[in-house]
C-alpha cells in the first residue's frame, strides 16, 4: 500500500576524513520512501549520512523544511552556512533563504523566492561587516539585477545609490564534501 503524503527525514553526518565538516539536511520523502530509509539505516554496517543523502536524491526526495533551514554546514573553523528551501528550491518568505556566518564575524544573506534571487523592498545579497555594518549589496527581481530604482524602497529610505555589487554565493552541490 502506498501514499501520497509527504513526511520529513532529517540527516546529520560528518564529512571530510577529520570529521572537519557537518551537515544537516531535512528532506520531503513519500511515506515509503521514509519506511525504506528506516530499513536502510538498520543494514549492517548502516550507510553513512553522506550515502543515505545520495541515496534519498536518487529517490526523488527534495531539500525542503518548514519551521527551519532545509540544509546547514557548519566547518570546524565556526562558519556556518544555512539554506532554506521549499519544494526542493531554495525559497523563505520576507527573510534571507541563504545565510553564511563567517568566522570573522562576516554575514552574508541572499533573499531568494522560488530559487531565483529576489527581493522587493530591497538588496536581494547583504554582505555585513561585523557588528552589522553593510559592506556591499546588489539587488535582483525575479532573479534578475535589478537597478536600486527599480526595487520598491522601504519605508525608512536611503539616502544615494547603494554600494558596488557583490558577486552572487554558490550553492554547494547536493551531498557533497
Not at 528551501?85 to 562576516?106: F, M, T, V
Request: aromatic share 10%; net charge negative; with cysteine.
Amino acid at each position: 500500500m502506498t501514499s501520497n503524503e509527504n513526511a520529513h527525514i532529517t540527516l546529520t553526518y560528518e564529512l571530510g576524513h577529520d570529521g572537519h565538516i557537518e551537515k544537516t539536511d531535512t528532506f520531503a520523502v513519500s511515506q515509503d520512501t521514509l519506511r525504506e530509509a528506516q530499513i536502510r539505516q538498520q543494514e549492517v554496517p548502516p550507510p553513512s549520512g553522506h550515502e543515505l543523502c545520495q541515496w534519498l536524491i536518487s529517490r526523488g526526495a527534495q531539500y525542503d523544511s518548514q519551521d527551519g533551514p532545509a540544509r546547514v554546514t557548519r566547518w570546524t573553523d565556526g562558519t556556518t552556512h544555512e539554506e532554506y528551501y521549499r519544494n526542493g528550491l531554495r525559497h523563505r518568505e520576507n527573510a534571507p533563504a541563504d545565510i553564511w556566518l563567517y568566522y570573522d564575524g562576516k554575514k552574508s544573506e541572499s533573499y531568494y523566492h522560488d530559487d531565483k534571487l529576489h527581493r522587493d523592498n530591497g538588496p536581494a545579497v547583504i554582505l555585513r561587516n561585523f557588528p552589522e555594518r553593510m559592506l556591499e549589496e546588489q539587488y535582483y527581481i525575479n532573479g534578475e539585477p535589478a537597478d536600486w530604482s527599480r526595487v520598491k524602497k522601504p519605508a525608512s529610505k536611503r539616502p544615494g545609490q547603494p554600494p558596488a555589487a557583490l558577486a552572487p554565493q554558490k550553492r554547494l552541490p547536493p551531498c557533497t564534501p
